[in-house]
C-alpha cells in the first residue's frame, strides 16, 4: 500500500502548487489535522511508545474472513493518527491481522511499509499473537530498509520487516510512523490496503480554524464520507467491510482505481463555486509579468530568430536556444551539486536567466514564454495534470492535481504547448505524463481548459539492431545495438541519469538475463544520457551458449532475437482492472545471422501480418542473401494509433488475443539443415504468407 504516491511532487511544482491551492477562495488554508487511535471510550491515545490493544477473545476465535470469504488474512481493525502542521505530517498507523491459512502466512509473513522523498518510516514494533497465545516481539535487528521495483519499473524505498512465528490462526499486529511532506494543504487518506479490512476508523482534530468550519473530503472510487463531530474541532469516520485492493501490471494509476480522499478544511461555503476562476486569476496574475519581455529578451529573440519566417520554425528556433544555451540547474547533467544549487540565488526575471545561462525549470520556460511574446506569439503559463498518479478532470477534481506546468504559445486558433525546460523530452513533445491530460491555460478572463494532444507511435521508436553468427552447436556471438526516441528515450534518461556507470552496467545485464539467462555480455556502451541532442542508445557484446537447439541434424533457430524467452504480456484470462499503456509507441528490429558452415535455411513459410486499422500492427519478413550464409529477419511493431492508450476490461479479451498473436508470431522458428556443399543462389526473400 503506498499512500505517499498520491503525494509525490513533479520536480517542477512550482510554488504555486502550494499557494495556488490554498488561495481558492480562501477555501483550503492552512490545515493542522491531528488523527488519533481511538480506545475504549474514544479516549485520545499519544503515539510515542508501543501500546497494544487487548486482543478479544472473538478476535482469537475467527475461523473464517467476514469481508470476502475467500481471503487467506484480513485485517481487524487499522487506526491512523496523524500529527499535521501544514507542510509536514506525522502519521501513526496501527493495523491488526487475522492469518486464516498458509497462503495468508506466506503473503502476510512479511512487511514492506514503502515511502517517497524525504519522507520517513520510523518507531516499527510488531508482534505475532500465536493460537496458543504466546507472544512473539519483532526485533529492531529484523527491520531494514531497501529498494523495491514496483508497477511499471518505479523504484521506491521500503522499510521491510518479518514478522516471527506467523501460522494459521494467528493474529499478527504492527505499527509505524511515517513522517510526509505535503506543502499543499490538503491531506490524503487511505481507504484500501491490499487486504479485505473489517474496519478502518479516522479521528480528525483541527486547530487554528476560525469556526464555523466545512469539514470536506472528496472521495476515490469509495463510497462517501459521513464525518461525525464529536465535539469543537474533532470529528471522526468509520469505514466497513473494505474489500481488498489488489494490484495488476498494466493498470491505470492507483488513484484513478483505488479507494482513497483528499481531506481539507473551509470556512467559505461557496468556495466550489469560484475555486476554478480564482486559481485561473491568482495563477495569470502571478506570472503575468514573469513572461513579459523587456530588452534584453527582444534582442535576443530577433538575433534568434533572424532569417526565419514561419511561425512552427520561429517556436523551434527559440525552443532549441533555451534549451541549448540555458543550464537546467534541477538536472544532474549540469554539474550543479545540491549543495551549490541552495547557494544559487532565484532568477528575478528572464533577462537575469539570460544572463546567468542557468536556471531552474521554471526560469527556462518563461524566458521561452517571453522570448516568444517578444517574437509576437500569445504565450501563457499552463497549468497541467499528471497522468501517471491520476486522469485529471477540472469538472471533478481539485486545483491541487495540476502539479506540473509548461507553456502554451497560441498559434492561429489552437494552442500549442512547449517544455523546453525538460532536457529529455523533443519539440513538440511533452513528457508522457503531461501528454493526453487536461491542461489549464491561464488567462485575463475565465480559464481555458484544453486537452494536450498525445504523440503518435511513431515519436517513439524502440530500434534494435544485432549482427549475430552461429556456431554449429547453437552458440550464438554478436553485437547489438539499440537505439530509443521520444517518449522511450526520455523515460530511459530520467532512470538511468541517477545511476553510476556501474549500476547503469548492471541494470543493462539485468534487463537482458530476463528473457536471455544464459547470455554473457560485455562491451557495454551508453550513450546520449546527459546529451539533449542525442536520443539514448546502449550496445554490447553477446554470447549465448545454445541459442539455437538442436533436433537431429538440424538446428533450430528463433529468428525474432530480441524477443527470444519473452513470456506473453498478459498470461492471465481474466482482470479487474482496465488497461492502461504510457503512450504509443513502435519497435523496429533489424537482425543478421551469419549462419554456421554446412548448414543452409529449409524452405520456410513466414506468419502473416496482424493489422488492427490504424491502430496496431505486427510484421516480419526474412531474407537469405545470395551465398546462403546471411540470414536477416526485420521486424516491426507498432500499437497505440489513434491515442488508443486505455483499454476498458470489456475489451481485455481482445487486446490479450491481439498480443498472444504477436507473441505467437514473435517464437517463429526456422530449420538449419546441414548441406553437402556451399549452395550458390540468388538473394531470396521469404515472404508473409
Not at 490462526?169 to 473489517?198: K, N, T
Request: glycine share 6%; hydrophobic share 40%.
Amino acid at each position: 500500500m503506498n499512500r505517499l504516491i498520491l503525494l509525490k511532487a513533479n520536480r517542477r511544482a512550482s510554488a504555486l502548487g502550494v499557494n495556488g491551492v490554498r488561495k481558492v477562495n480562501q477555501a483550503i488554508v492552512q490545515l493542522v489535522v491531528a488523527l488519533a487511535f481511538i480506545s475504549i471510550g474514544s479516549k485520545w491515545v499519544l503515539a510515542d511508545k508501543v501500546e497494544w490493544r487487548p486482543v478479544g477473545s472473538e478476535e482469537v476465535a475467527l475461523k473464517v474472513p467476514i469481508v470476502d470469504k475467500e481471503a487467506d488474512a484480513e485485517a481487524i481493525f487499522w487506526d491512523v493518527q496523524v500529527d499535521d502542521n501544514g507542510s509536514k505530517a506525522v502519521l501513526s498507523h496501527y493495523l491488526r491481522v487475522k492469518v486464516f491459512n498458509e497462503r495468508g502466512r506466506d503473503s502476510q509473513s512479511k512487511i514492506d511499509l514503502p515511502y517517497w522523498g524525504k519522507d520517513r518510516i520510523e518507531n516499527v514494533a510488531g508482534r505475532t499473537i500465536k493460537a496458543d497465545g504466546s507472544i512473539q516481539e519483532l526485533s529492531s535487528s529484523a527491520i531494514f530498509e531497501r529498494i523495491v521495483v514496483r508497477a511499471r519499473g518505479v523504484k521506491i524505498r521500503v522499510k521491510s520487516f518479518a514478522l516471527p512465528g506467523v501460522e494459521p490462526g494467528a493474529i499478527i499486529e504492527y505499527r509505524w510512523q511515517e513522517q510526509s511532506h505535503h506543502p499543499w494543504g490538503v491531506l490524503s487518506l487511505e481507504l484500501q490496503r491490499d487486504l479485505p479490512i473489517q474496519r478502518i476508523q479516522y479521528h480528525l482534530k483541527i486547530s487554528n480554524f476560525t469556526w464555523p468550519i466545512q469539514l470536506t473530503a472528496q472521495v476515490f472510487n469509495a463510497p462517501h464520507i459521513v464525518w461525525e463531530q464529536e465535539k469543537k474541532g474533532i470529528f471522526r469516520a468509520n469505514f466497513q467491510n473494505v474489500p481488498a485492493f489488489h494490484e495488476e501490471p498494466l493498470m491505470p494509476p492507483e488513484a484513478q482505481v483505488r479507494r482513497w480522499a483528499l481531506v481539507f478544511a473551509t470556512n467559505d461555503l461557496l468556495w466550489r463555486s469560484t475555486m476554478w476562476a480564482e486559481f485561473n486569476r491568482t495563477t495569470y496574475e502571478t506570472y503575468k509579468s514573469k513572461i513579459k519581455p523587456n530588452t534584453d529578451v527582444r534582442k535576443v529573440a530577433a538575433e534568434v530568430l533572424a532569417g526565419v519566417s514561419t511561425s512552427d520554425e520561429k517556436l523551434q528556433r527559440l525552443f532549441e536556444f533555451c534549451r541549448s544555451n540555458i543550464g537546467n540547474i534541477e538536472y544532474k547533467a549540469t554539474d550543479v551539486t545540491s549543495e551549490r544549487r541552495e547557494q544559487l540565488k532565484p532568477n528575478k526575471s528572464p533577462s537575469e536567466t539570460l544572463e546567468r545561462k542557468m536556471g531552474t525549470s521554471m526560469d527556462i520556460d518563461l524566458l521561452f514564454a517571453a522570448l516568444a511574446t517578444a517574437a509576437g506569439f500569445e504565450a501563457r503559463v499552463a497549468r497541467l495534470g499528471d497522468r501517471s498518479q491520476i486522469f485529471f478532470n477540472h469538472e471533478g477534481h481539485l486545483p491541487f492535481f495540476l502539479r506540473s506546468f509548461n507553456i502554451a504559445v497560441k498559434m492561429g486558433t489552437d494552442w500549442r504547448f512547449f517544455d523546453p525546460a525538460n532536457p529529455h523530452v523533443s519539440y513538440g513533445m511533452l513528457r508522457w505524463q503531461e501528454e493526453g491530460t487536461e491542461a489549464m491555460i491561464s488567462d485575463p478572463l475565465q480559464p481555458i481548459f484544453i486537452l494536450t494532444p498525445l504523440s503518435p507511435p511513431q515519436k517513439s521508436v524502440r530500434k534494435h539492431k544485432a549482427t549475430l553468427h552461429l556456431s554449429t552447436d547453437g552458440t550464438l556471438d554478436g553485437t547489438v545495438r539499440v537505439e530509443y526516441t521520444g517518449h522511450c528515450s526520455a523515460e530511459s534518461k530520467e532512470v538511468y541519469e541517477q545511476e553510476s556507470q556501474l549500476q547503469r552496467e548492471q541494470a543493462l545485464r539485468d534487463q537482458v538475463k530476463q528473457h536471455l539467462p544464459s547470455a554473457e555480455i560485455s562491451e557495454i556502451q551508453l550513450d546520449g544520457i546527459d546529451d539533449p541532442a542525442k536520443p539514448f542508445s546502449y550496445s554490447y557484446h553477446i554470447h549465448i551458449p545454445e541459442y539455437a537447439t538442436r533436433t537431429g541434424r538440424r538446428l533450430i533457430l528463433q529468428p525474432a532475437f530480441f524477443q527470444h524467452g519473452r513470456n506473453p504480456r498478459f498470461p492471465v484470462s481474466e482482470r479487474k482492472h482496465s488497461i492502461y499503456f504510457d503512450y504509443p509507441w513502435s519497435e523496429e528490429d533489424q537482425v543478421s545471422f551469419g549462419l554456421p558452415p554446412g548448414f543452409a535455411v529449409e524452405t520456410v513459410q513466414l506468419p502473416g501480418d496482424i493489422n488492427v486499422g490504424t491502430n496496431s500492427h505486427h510484421h516480419l519478413e526474412m531474407t537469405v542473401a545470395n551465398d546462403a550464409r546471411t540470414v536477416q529477419c526485420r521486424r516491426s511493431f507498432m500499437f497505440g494509433g489513434e491515442s488508443a492508450i486505455l483499454i476498458p476490461v470489456d475489451r481485455y479479451s481482445l487486446l490479450k488475443q491481439f498480443f498472444d498473436l504477436v507473441h505467437e508470431r514473435d517464437a517463429f522458428a526456422v530449420a538449419l539443415k546441414p548441406v553437402a556443399v556451399p549452395v550458390q543462389i540468388s538473394e531470396q526473400r521469404l515472404e508473409n504468407k
